[in-house]
Nanobody, 126 residues
């Protein structure tokens, strides 16, 4: 049972990236998936969450209007489209599953999740 985040890289401010979160050993289609990020010296921050069906999505205030979460259950993959990137978006991004179908009010709390991907680094230059 594993999650694999990918798609990070170096991009200039204002640019875009699409992160992917692929599952192996289990099917993502039954579970809500969260994206988190952690910058050096900072706590892990909840970025976004998508319900198992994809019908419900949630975003942190710092990324609302710039990031879009989506999923393709046929490909067992969840995506995080990042547009209008800012230097303060620089962080290691992680995807996670907590074994729940939906994102609840505490979706941004890392304690809710028990399966984590290894992270992918996003660096935004000014």
């Amino acid at each position: 049972v594993q999650l694999q985040a990918s798609g990070g890289g170096l991009v200039q401010a204002g640019g875009s990236l699409r992160l992917s979160c692929a599952a192996s050993g289990f099917s993502l289609e039954y579970y809500a998936i969260g994206w988190f990020r952690q910058a050096p010296g900072k706590e892990r921050e909840g970025v976004s969450c998508i319900s198992s069906s994809g019908a419900s999505t949630y975003y942190g205030d710092s990324v609302k209007g710039r990031f879009t979460i989506s999923r393709d259950n046929a490909k067992n993959t969840v995506y995080l489209q990042q547009n209008s990137l800012k230097p303060e978006d620089t962080a290691v991004y992680y995807c996670a599953s907590g074994g729940l179908e939906d994102c609840y009010s505490d979706y941004a709390s890392p304690a809710v999740y028990d399966i984590w991907g290894q992270g992918t680094l996003v660096t935004v230059s000014s």
